[in-house]
């Protein structure tokens, strides 16, 4: 078990919304190399929070823009946890003391949530669909 005062378990949340839109940004370290598409990840953007998370599966996919800004962070997925730690302390000091670094990854999560919107995913089923030759049956 942890001892330390600031940490707090919380048990099973049904609404982790109102969570997260009270925090600076999440923390996503997972060494888990086919990290696909984590919903935490988008959670997290569409309240406007950049990321901190390990450089694993598809999440450089999610966390980096086209042009190459980060909504977040990335650290390397190594399978050492004291290693992992100190290179995410780092990143978190990197985020809480440079607030303009700070400001440019909420920006920056703030377009990778309209990014993966679900208006466009819609919009890209509605296409793929306008895209299928209809038969007439008789």
Excluded at 19 to 25: A, H, L, P, R
Excluded at 94 to 106: P, T
Excluded at 123 to 136: A, G, H, Q, T
């Amino acid at each position: 078990a942890i001892d330390a005062p600031f940490v707090h378990f919380m048990g099973r949340l049904e609404n982790v919304g109102a969570i997260i839109e009270g925090c600076d940004f999440g923390v996503f370290p997972s060494t888990y190399s086919g990290e696909s598409f984590p919903l935490f990840i988008l959670e997290c953007f569409a309240a406007g929070l950049p990321v901190i998370a390990s450089d694993v599966g598809a999440i450089r996919e999610m966390l980096v823009s086209e042009t190459g800004e980060v909504a977040g962070a990335l650290i390397s997925p190594t399978q050492d946890k004291d290693l992992m730690a100190v290179e995410l302390a780092e990143a978190i000091r990197r985020l809480l003391c440079n607030h303009d670094a700070l400001d440019s990854a909420r920006l920056q999560a703030r377009k990778r949530a309209a990014h993966y919107s679900i208006n466009k995913l819609v919009d890209k089923y509605l296409e793929i669909f306008d895209s299928i030759p209809v038969r007439k049956t008789a």
